[in-house]
């Protein structure tokens, strides 16, 4: 069976490729948890950048919906649960983050790109976040702080699809860059990663992320325990 995860540390830099590139690298609970286990373990072992990207066509199409229908709805919302843990363990890190994106990416492939600090895709890079569309808050605090709260509720009430050029502009990605650089690229930012001292860069990254965890945590429970969970997904992926 192919590992959901590629892992691969040089020094202090941590790379860590979703590996499913079959179905578009979609999140699901096996993956969350080994994204989870070493984020938490990288916090540990000195590392000093994490870079997330994706293997195949994209970085991530998002929740994985496969067999979601046998899952119980109390599983269901545990999964949302952990996704959102992994948001946060991604988005408060003591340590430079870095996503590289390319492809079309979905909801939570989105969100995670979204909680890193350096937002990095391919010119040709597609984004959209749907959950609201099934009545799920998930990242939408996050994504407001990046883009502002006016285009926020545009593209997430909407459900609309907006593009690399785009997200450049409104803030949600830092940079362009064709995927061919992006060795080079890593290169540079594993450098400048380690500039500061570790105590410094872990003062900074606290300094600079209005810790609202527990807020986000309890608007996306609240949101995924409404009754009938299953029947939104159902009419939201017949539509």
């Known amino acids: 069976m192919m590992d959901e995860l590629l ?8 790379t860590l490729t ?11 609970a096996t993956l969350v948890e080994a994204l989870l286990a ?3 373990e990288a916090a540990e072992s000195g590392v000093r950048l994490l870079v997330l990207k994706g293997n195949g066509r994209n970085f991530s199409a998002g929740f994985d919906f496969g067999g979601y229908e046998e899952q119980s709805t109390g599983d269901l ?19 430079d983050t870095l996503a590289l994106a390319h ?5 939570a492939g989105v969100d995670l790109i979204c909680s890193c600090a350096r937002r990095i895709a391919d010119p040709a890079a597609t984004f959209r976040m749907p959950g609201l569309g099934f009545g799920l808050v998930l990242g939408t605090r996050r994504y407001a702080e990046r883009v502002g709260p006016t285009r926020a509720r545009a593209i997430l009430g909407d459900g609309l699809v907006f593009d690399a050029k785009e997200a450049m502009a409104d803030g949600f990605l830092t940079r362009l860059s064709p995927s061919a650089e992006w060795t080079d690229l890593v290169s ?6 380690t500039q500061l001292a570790p105590e410094a860069a872990i003062s900074l990254y606290a300094a600079t992320a209005a810790d609202t965890r527990s807020q986000d945590l309890a608007d996306l429970v609240t949101s ?3 009754p009938g969970l299953k029947e939104r997904i159902r009419a939201y992926r017949a539509a």
């Open 18 to 28: 979703l590996n499913r590139p079959d179905k578009m690298n979609p999140l699901s």
């Open 188 to 193: 540079t930012v594993s450098e400048t990663a």
């Open 38 to 40: 070493q984020v938490h």
């Open 224 to 226: 995924a325990a409404r």
């Open 7 to 14: 892992i691969e540390r040089d020094g202090t830099t941590l």
């Open 103 to 107: 492809g079309r990416n979905f909801g």
């Open 77 to 95: 919302v545990l999964r949302f649960i952990r996704i959102e843990q992994l948001l946060q363990a991604v988005r408060y890190a003591p340590f």
